[in-house]
């Protein structure tokens, strides 16, 4: 069981309150993402829950619980960081034997434990190596190794692929979202990456200055973003914000149009503007157009075929069910 | 990583040492201050009585006063001109590639680690001695008159020693400075036409700028307090050509038995320390943040 | 990046760099030289570099006459007895400064600093009477007493700056893995810190045998250390180079050879992290 209930939390580092009054539940089983800005809070928001700060108000709930109080070690939860805080001192068994050494485990439930996560993880092959010895890739699954084994109530990870290369980081991506399936315990992710809250959450919780934006599924959140800060911050490449008399038309301050959801043509469209690089992905092509009265830069997603060059002309047209509309104040208008 | 528990506990660990330095401090300063206000001599107990300033201006305006700083001003500044201009020279050398590097980086640290009691006695009888030092031998051998350092020359002599002692000092953390240097800022400086003399002074000699400022603090703060050398060589002498301000307050309290005089001289010392500290600390400081 | 630099002026430079490390080295060179030959050979007129009859025997007369073996198991007693009371101290109050920071932990990391600046002589009166009064004058414990809290602040900056180098996270994965705050720095911290608490054992191994202020003004016969034992030749009596050398060979060799293992954690150790 790992159900977690933030119920007003705040945190104040001196004078400055980076988590304003913030309530959240965390069900049973649930992936959840942290994703903001760095700066956002979530990570500080990660380690309340933790227990590696202490909040200045308010309750942690893990499974109706009260564990406010409670230390670190005694809240049931396994933390993988970004650095991997592996011990480098002691070989890949004893990292992972670790926490069941300090709970006092005796030693065949322990060489269970390890001998079953070393499977899951590959590094049945490693287990007497030091870390400085692995690939980035290794010691991330060491570090879920030693997570894993303590069977925790739930997962809490800080920006755990920010160390690894880019092929690297979407491999590892599969794994952790594997591995969620797998063992069906919740876990809590934090990343400023909204590609990796994309694909691997049931649930995004999207902060700004300590500030809830949205929580939602991540198509909730593409779909109907309830704000401009979310509209900008979910989706790749982000989505074009339009203001002024095109946004009026539609009785919108601002007007917001995903890449994917303006359709192109060389002929005719509603509006017009002049091609400034064309990057060719192969499956797709995304066009930047300048010169169109609209904003300095709007982004197109074409198909990969297209065969557009700088300076050529074009001509834009929204997908109309598909635009999001936001009041004076950044809020959706529905 | 601060949780009201871990906070509690560091301030827990933190305390042995702050409340032992606290009382190294405080307690042994208190009381030289204190005595430095009384009429007290080691050899007539119990005969203190409250002299107000009169060791400060007894002490302030002995003639040896003046030559203790005259002398610990020559000491410090002979030293540091011997060892930042030498240290200099020695690490751009050491810096260029050539056969024998670490060998040769070993010879140059060694005087550091040598007691000051054995290098002053070993200099002042084997090399110094007028009769039968080696620098009297090869007087001798290029027929000049040999040099009797203590007697001639005496606190160029204690000079010359203590610099020898603090050039790999000196050296070894310029060196590491120096290598500290990005090598394309160099390479950059030479495709903009830059000499080896003005790459020097325009660009290693700035990069150097802050650890020469640390060698100078530093080995200020350990030059003021030098004493072994001196006690083992000349005792201050001859007359006070040799005596600086700790070996003054030493010779007022240790040998005169003169405590009142003597912490005055102390309290004056402190004082002149921390004018020097103050500068350092204000470096070392802004490295903290670093 | 390196260049290839041509043979002729790497020989020219490898000529200059060695006559000058050779002359830098060669007092302690003479020193070694001097302690194996006779009394009259050392003063001999010309000096003779290697062609005299070697002999141990200053060595042996050394020892005899002047219990020479006391005052170096003294050097051995208050150098390492200080360094490690220091690092026991230490040890706490560096995690507590580099993993645990506060608002006043630059300031207390300031002020310790400035206690290393106290000159002595501003405290040997009081030092001396409080030992006097005690007892403790003339004893190992007084010296390391003295020069543990002379070179503790050294030991804290050396740590703290080692400590900071080890990510925080480890410490709080630790934790999070249940281990308590003894465990955290006894078999988590203190196994990855060890060769940073070496080097600050070395050096201030290095500092406490070389001091020279202090142990000269608090002890006499008994708890005498090198230092002070070396002292005692500035008054010579007939011949003694041979003598003092043998005497100062034995004296600087041991801290020689762990200097010689220290010099890169020196230069961090004594500017206190500010030359790197």
Known sequence: MGRITLDKITKSFGDVQVIPPLDLTIEDGEFVVFVGPSGCGKSTLLRLIAGLEDVSSGEIRIDGKNATETPPAKRGLAMVFQSYALYPHMSVRKNIAFPLRMAGMDQKEQDRRIDNAAKVLNLS??????????????????????AIVREPAAFLFDEPLSNLDAALRVGMRLEISELHNRLETTMIYVTHDQVEA??????????????????GSPLDLYKHPRNLFVAGFIGSPTMNLIAGEPARAYDATTIGVRPEHMALSTESGKWTGKVGVAEHLGSDTFLHIHETGLAETITVRADGEVTLRHGDTVHLTPVEDKIHRFDGEGMRIS | MATQHSRAAARLMISPAVI????????????????SFLRYNLLMPGTEAWAGFENYSYFLTDPAFFAAIWNTLFLVGGVLLITVVGGILLALLLDQPFWGQGIVRLLVIAPFFVMPTVSALVWKNMFMNPVNGLFAFLADAI?????????????LSIILIVAWGWLPFATLILLTAMQSLDGEQLEASEMDGAGAVSRFFHIVLPHLARAITVVILIQTIFLLSIFAEILVTTNGGPGTATTNLTFLVYAESLLRFDVGTGSAGGVVAVILANIVAIFLMRMIGKNLDA | MARAVSTRRKAAVTALAWTIGILIFFPIFWTILTS???????????????????????YTTVQDRSNYGRHFLNSVVISLGSTFLGLVIAVPAAWAMAFVPGKQTKNVLMWMLSTKMLPPVGVLIPIYLIFRNTGLLDTRVALIIVLTLINLPIIVWMLYTYFREIPGEILEAARMDGATLRYEILYVLTPMALPGIASTFLLNVILAWNEAFWTLNLTAANAAPLTAFIASYSSPEGLFYAKLSAASTMAIAPILILGWFSQKQLVRGLTFGAVK
């Not at chain 1, 994309?198 to 929580?215: H, N, P, S, Y």
């Not at chain 3, 006779?38 to 000096?47: D, G, K, L, R």
């Open chain 3, 36 to 58: 194996f030959k006779t009394e009259a050979e050392a003063v001999a007129t010309p000096p003779s570099l290697f062609n005299f009859n070697w002999t141990l025997e200053n």
């Open chain 2, 143 to 155: 027929g000049m008159q040999p040099v009797d350092f203590f007697a001639e020359i005496p606190l």
């Open chain 1, 125 to 146: 092959d490693y287990l007497d190596r030091r870390p400085g010895q692995l690939s980035g890739g290794q010691r991330q699954r060491v570090a879920i190794g030693r």
């Open chain 1, 198 to 215: 994309m694909t691997m959450a049931d649930k995004i919780v999207v902060l700004r200055a300590g500030l809830i934006e949205q929580v």
């Open chain 2, 20 to 35: 032992l330095l606290l009382g190294w401090m405080l307690i042994p300063l208190g009381m030289t201050i204190y005595f």
